[in-house]
């Protein structure tokens, strides 16, 4: 029996009395993957996908270096326009909940072809995101272990700690997501922590700082010009930071009661993230000790050297100790995002070796399989030459905004043609502002995906994404296809 044909035992009927089950039975699918999470593991994981730490500590001086001070505003910009994607994914998740969302939700609104583009758009975000994620432990913690550490000792701890990582998500969701709790009570804890020390510091006891001025001041420590493109460029900052959030989405699945859980996770772990990231970004800009220009030319993290400074070694070990457990549980987030994408394509026979890809191990409720993949393509990642893997890493805003673009259109075509399901009473729904949020979301994916393909430094990420969609492309042109027309591959019909 092929793994289509068992549809990994597709069963129209509820299984052991369980309403989740029984809600994902309908559906089309029988229950695999061991449901533990509740709603605060789900915020978790999609509070630790944002990170706003993992955002903070690896992007901090870039506003300063394209447009200055005034770049700390540009929050205030994109938090409400992240805000209509959020509210968009909540009122489908909602409708929908099952693991590979976008791909889920876009196969079934529009269509089986127009879903494995999504879905693909959204597997290699995941891959180049835990890619990267893991790229940033080696390059941020790297230097707090060796002196002048060489780029074999940055890759070998990246490599070490997706390792680590791998056998956690293999010996069971639960593990990972203890862990992944874990982490995210770290750095809410560690950000409220360092936000009141930050305050208390500007306010009474620290030395050299910038005054309120540096929020509307205009001069980029680069000394270039500010123009069109290098204020659309700053934005990616906060952009950058609120990316991941959908995961909760993802993990449908392995969550009790998703049609409400999944909905508000996503919208706390924005909420939070959005109120967290703008607060903390500014108390760390007003508290820049001297000239900033000078201070950004340090060799030290600039967030880490910002708190040894102004609050003293300490304080620095601390924020080393936030900071990584902020960006390890990022990293365990994003390999089981990743993993439950390609366990979800290979299950409806989108991928190839899907029958492989799909097993799901009986005792731990994991797919092995698509985590020693997903694994496995980033140490090579993290192995690669500079040129080529900076390319992979700087795509990953691309690819999700890519697969937030085609998310919204499948909503929009969906409602127009009166196919997006109706939802429990009690689950989040947009009512007649669907469409308004739709259109909206749908504007500022459009400019930020042209914001990381127009301006020439986004050259080569664009073309590394164009080479991804072309092989996406292919096998659907060489072999998809003929598996979707046969009715061999792609979810069940049942909407």
Partial sequence: MTSIDARLELSPAPAAGSADDADLAALGYKQKLHRTMGPFTSFALAFSMVSINTGVVTLFADPFTRVGGIGILLWLLVIPLVACIVAVYAHLSARIPVTGYAYQWSSRLVGKSFGWFTGWVAFISFIAGTAGTASAIGSVFAPEIWAEPTQGQIQMLSIAATLVVCALNIFGIR?????????AVIELIGTVVLIAVL???????????????????????????ITFST????????V??????EGAADLAEETHDPRRTAAKAMIRAVAISSVFGIVLFTLLALAIPGPIADFLKEAENPV???VRRQVGPLGADAMIFVAFASIFACLIANMAVATRMSFALARDNMLPASQFLASVHERTGTPVASILLITVIAILLNLASGGIVTAIYSMVGLTYYLTYFLTLLAAFLAWRAGRIPEAPAGTFSLGRWLVPTIFAGLAWTLCVVATFTLPEESHPAAIVTLVVLAIGTLWWALVLRKRLSAGTAGPPDLL
């Fill in 175 to 183: 593990l990972a997501t203890r862990i992944n709790d874990l982490g």
């Fill in 199 to 225: 305050i208390g510091g500007l306010f009474y006891f620290f030395g050299s700082t910038q005054g309120i001025h540096l929020l509307v001041e205009t001069q980029p420590v680069s000394g270039l010009p």
């Fill in 231 to 238: 204020v659309a460029l700053a934005t990616l900052l906060p």
């Fill in 240 to 245: 950058s930071v609120l990316l991941g959030w």
């Fill in 304 to 306: 880490i050297l910002l």
